[in-house]
């Protein structure tokens, strides 16, 4: 089921630690990908898209010449010309960031292309510019080298790990200054509601805070008391 523009909305207004919490609930331990960051700069809005999935292994030397870029079916190129706008390409490269998973070229096409943010758990290369591209990314590290040197591209759109969380395609992305988590897609709808519900008791509670009130029975909720009031701050909040 394709991701709705309602849901996209949604998504983009809440944190990936809120959707944490959601999943949580649920019994969902391993969605955030681990050792990412983002490499766009801060204030950027979160990044939400369906993943399209390249998968990498090691590479072998006989096979993984500069020849390989004239096929058009080699999987990373094919997959920068084919990623549809708005998904999120995900890149497995094995948590391994000695050589780039893409460069500031590459990038600089999904970009264009209305493609919604990209993602590794290795490196980039031209990581300056890429960050300057307004584009989501999110990588472990810069690396120069290129993927050859150590990645082999074997795969297209097929369920991946990346950064020791499962990917499949169409699973929906969301990344923010905490990293990317994966939201399975068939529970987007229903996270992006919960997670709207929570964001706004958050902010609530926020507000109490930095005004002085303790957390005891105000986060979580444990006191009714707190929750007539949210209720009271909601409808003065157009929340």
């Known amino acids: 089921m394709a991701l709705s523009d309602a849901t996209r909305a949604k998504l983009k207004r809440v944190s990936t630690a809120t959707l944490a919490t959601a999943l949580f609930k649920r019994g969902f331990r391993q969605q955030m990908i681990q050792d990412v960051r983002p490499l766009h700069a801060p204030g950027t809005e979160s990044m939400v898209g369906e993943a399209f999935t390249v998968r990498y292994i090691p590479a072998r030397e006989d096979l993984n010449t500069l020849e390989v870029f004239k096929d ?3 999987p990373q190129r094919k997959a ?3 990623c549809p706008p708005g998904h999120v390409l995900v890149l497995d490269s094995r948590k391994d960031a000695r050589a780039a998973s893409a460069g500031g ?3 600089a096409r999904l970009h264009a292309r209305g493609v919604a943010g990209v993602v590794t758990d290795g490196g980039f290369r031209d990581s300056l510019e890429i960050a300057t591209l307004g584009i989501p990314a999110f990588h472990n590290r810069p690396s120069a080298p ?3 040197t150590l990645n082999h591209a074997i795969a297209l759109n097929e369920p991946i790990a990346c950064g020791d969380a499962p990917v499949f ?3 929906v992305l969301v990344g923010d200054g905490d990293g990317v988590i994966v939201l399975p897609a068939h529970l987007a709808d229903e996270l992006a509601d919960e997670a709207t519900e929570m964001t706004a008791y958050e902010d609530f509670v926020t507000e109490r805070v930095k005004a002085g009130h303790p957390i005891r029975g105000l986060y979580p909720a444990t006191d009714p008391k707190n929750l007539e009031i949210f209720a009271e701050w909601r409808k003065a909040n157009n929340r």
């Open 72 to 74: 058009p079916e080699h």
């Open 80 to 82: 920068v010309e084919t």
């Open 105 to 107: 070229i590459l990038v």
């Open 146 to 148: 290129t993927n050859l």
């Open 169 to 171: 395609p169409g699973d």
